[in-house]
Nanobody, 125 residues
């Protein structure tokens, strides 16, 4: 089992940057793919970015491509989401999630097994 804790959220002006962290417990963390999702008020939870177990492969939603970067440090059991050029429409609660099975889509939140509690990101205009 994996427990996930997000941190790094906050209030930032449009054009600014934040780095989110997803810290995991469990000795098998390096075998999991990790995804970031977000949910704005009144909207469904949507895919943001994902990274495979090794960090070699990354995946991004079109809306964040070129602005966000996902990375992982398996020695620290941590995945990061560097968010640059933030926009008001990036405002949401951001969740990280762990996916045990390597096959299947990284974009589908239903395929993730463990979730964190989320961290709020608010971008002011």
């Amino acid at each position: 089992q994996v427990q996930l804790v997000e941190s790094g959220g906050g209030l930032v002006q449009a054009g600014g940057s934040l780095r989110l962290s997803c810290a995991a417990s469990g000795r098998t963390f390096s075998s999991y793919a990790i995804g970031w999702f977000r949910q704005a008020p009144g909207k469904e939870r949507e895919f943001v970015a994902a990274i495979n177990w090794s960090g070699y492969s990354t995946y991004y939603a079109d809306s964040v491509k070129g602005r966000f970067t996902i990375s992982r440090d398996n020695a620290k059991n941590t995945v990061y989401l560097q968010m640059n050029s933030l926009k008001p429409e990036d405002t949401a609660v951001y969740y990280c999630a762990a996916k045990a099975i390597p096959s299947g889509s990284y974009y589908d939140r239903r395929l993730y097994d463990y979730w964190g509690q989320g961290t709020q990101v608010t971008v002011s205009s």
